[in-house]
């Protein structure tokens, strides 16, 4: 998979065997299974080429039935690949929300939400403590955060939209840790993976306004600038939109929550920037997505 990185910085791992994915080097120098899944079936590195159309999750435009099995064939792969299974896995609903479902035993294994209608709908984000639990979140633009306590045996899994993001979604997530599991901010490790970069990511300014009024002036400014317009020529015309970048807001997020700025590793990859290997909501809307996988296993 040709992937182009924004810097040189090694974060990622690529795993070409079976259904190809990327991890973060991190989690695996500490042996905690985890994975980023792409477009591709399957690829020949040799060839440069390979089958396309992976997909992992039912979308709204999909049949349940009919794309049920497809799905979930396709991340009992992955689960695989990372020595799990889907028995063992947790999905939420994915509202776009900052709520996070503690996850228990008897919560692995149900496949779609709608198995748990009270207690995983609405849900953004997980954390468990269950020995082997898989948790697993989607997103196509969307970074997920990974979370990972090796001195408690604990992880947490987020997916952070802008609109998670604005809402400290992660804290959320570090915040559960600590009062479920006695969790301490500096034992974590925290991952923010693949998602839309501040290049790509036009917003209107209400969105800009949401942050200020949030976040405060002096944050919002640091992850929300106003880029120029330009006409046909390249010259600069008045207007310009927002851009917002969700990794730097969402390792600030991670910082403010007391994560060593040394445990914490960013993603340099942007979906839309590689439509080619992965979904993109911007790029292709409704297509489908990647999923994000992470194993609560320590070495
Ligand atoms: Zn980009």
């Known amino acids: 998979m040709n992937i182009r990185y924004s810097n040189e910085e090694h974060i990622f791992n690529q795993h070409m065997d079976g259904v190809p994915c990327l991890s973060f080097d991190m989690l695996d120098s500490m042996g905690i299974p985890n994975l980023y899944s792409s477009r ?11 089958e396309t159309g992976l997909r992992v999750v039912v979308m709204k435009n999909e049949e349940l039935s009919e794309a049920a099995p497809v799905v979930l064939s396709n991340r009992q792969k992955l689960a695989e690949q990372l020595g799990s299974s889907i028995e063992r896995e947790c999905i939420t609903d994915q509202k776009h929300t900052s709520n996070v479902y503690v996850v228990e035993e008897g919560d692995l294994g149900h496949f779609y939400p709608e198995e748990k209608p009270l207690k995983r709908r609405n849900v953004d984000g997980m954390v468990t403590d269950v020995p082997d639990a898989l948790l697993t ?9 990974y979370l990972a306590d090796p001195a408690r045996k604990a992880i947490g899994l987020v997916h952070a939209g802008w609109r998670g993001t604005l809402e400290k979604i992660p804290e959320a997530a570090i915040d559960l840790m600590k009062e479920r599991y006695g969790s301490k901010p500096s034992d974590i490790y925290a991952a923010i993976g693949p998602g839309i970069c501040r290049e790509c990511y036009e917003m209107g300014s209400e969105v800009y306004e949401a ?5 405060g002036k002096s944050f919002a400014e640091r992850i929300l600038s106003k880029y120029p317009a330009k006409d046909d020529k390249g010259k ?3 207007g310009g939109k927002y851009h917002l970048d969700l990794f730097e807001a969402n390792r600030l997020t991670l910082l403010n929550a007391g994560i060593e700025k040394e445990h914490i590793a960013v993603s340099n990859v942007c979906t839309m920037c590689n439509a080619d290997v992965f979904y993109s909501y911007r790029a292709h809307r409704m297509e489908n997505e990647q ?3 992470l194993v609560n296993r320590f070495q």
Request: charge should be negative.
């Open 291 to 293: 999923c994000a996988m």
């Open 211 to 215: 942050f200020e009024y949030k976040w």
């Open 236 to 238: 600069i015309i008045p």
């Open 40 to 50: 591709f079936l399957s690829f020949d590195d040799t060839k440069e080429a390979g």
């Open 137 to 145: 979140v989607f997103g196509a633009d969307c970074p997920p955060v």
